[in-house]
Antibody, heavy 118, light 107 residues
Framework: EVQLVESGGGLVQPGGSLRLSCAAS????????MNWVRQAPGKGLEWVSY????????YYADSVKGRFTISRDNAKNSLYLQMNSLRAEDTAVYYC???????????WGQGTLVTVSS | DIQMTQSPSSLSASVGDRVTITCQAS??????LNWYQQKPGKAPKLLIY???NLETGVPSRFSGSGSGTDFTFTISSLQPEDIATYYC?????????FGQGTRLEIK
């Protein structure tokens, strides 16, 4: 069974940093592209970042470019999101999601809540 | 960036009704369009991929159509368990964008 489990969320002050993790199991993690998608409270879905299966290709939404860094460790079946210079508008539930092919996000984690507030 | 305009933003319908949601892309995206269902407090679930293909295990009352810039998502006979918010999503590598969502309620 495919499982994605996010961790690392919490309360952080504006300007602070946080590192999210996503532990994958039930599939060959190193064969799949991965994404981070976020959802602010009561709002819609916003794609944040993409990483190819090898980690060689990375993309970011303009809203996080230069502040967030996506990475992966295929030996540990783990995906990461390093978030720096956090702002109040980064407050959201962050989901990791697997790409089946193209841009189809076929499996999602349960999400981890990040709250940026003083 | 490609923008997705989804309508309506909310919808109230009765059990057994046919429900239709539309999504319009700001430019031609071929069939690179997916539909997701999100229930409160849960992660989104992929229902339809590449505009019209039903994801494995998804009931056949869900369907999708369209290509280019105009897309439609249909529930042929609304069931109580279909209460959720539905999102369209385009993928035009490298970016992914979602529609604003349609909140579906039972009348």
């Amino acid at each position: 069974e495919v499982q994605l489990v996010e961790s690392g969320g919490g309360l952080v002050q504006p300007g602070g940093s946080l590192r999210l993790s996503c532990a994958a199991s039930g599939f060959t993690f190193s064969s799949y592209e991965m994404n981070w998608v976020r959802q602010a409270p009561g709002k819609g879905l916003e794609w944040v970042s993409y990483i190819s299966s090898s980690g060689s290709t990375i993309y970011y939404a303009d809203s996080v470019k230069g502040r967030f860094t996506i990475s992966r460790d295929n030996a540990k079946n783990s995906l990461y999101l390093q978030m720096n210079s956090l702002r109040a508008e980064d407050t959201a539930v962050y989901y990791c999601a697997r790409t089946s092919y193209g841009g189809n996000l076929d499996y999602w984690g349960q999400g981890t809540l990040v709250t940026v507030s003083s | 960036d490609i923008q997705m305009t989804q309508s309506p933003s909310s919808l109230s319908a009765s059990v057994g009704d046919r429900v239709t949601i539309t999504c319009q892309a700001s430019q031609d995206i071929s069939n690179y369009l997916n539909w997701y269902q999100q229930k409160p407090g849960k992660a989104p679930k992929l229902l339809i991929y590449d505009a019209s293909n039903l994801e494995t295990g998804v009931p056949s009352r869900f369907s999708g159509s369209g290509s280019g810039t105009d897309f439609t998502f249909t529930i042929s006979s609304l069931q109580p368990e279909d209460i959720a918010t539905y999102y369209c999503q385009q993928y035009d590598n490298p970016s992914i964008t979602f529609g604003q969502g349609t909140r579906l309620e039972i009348k």
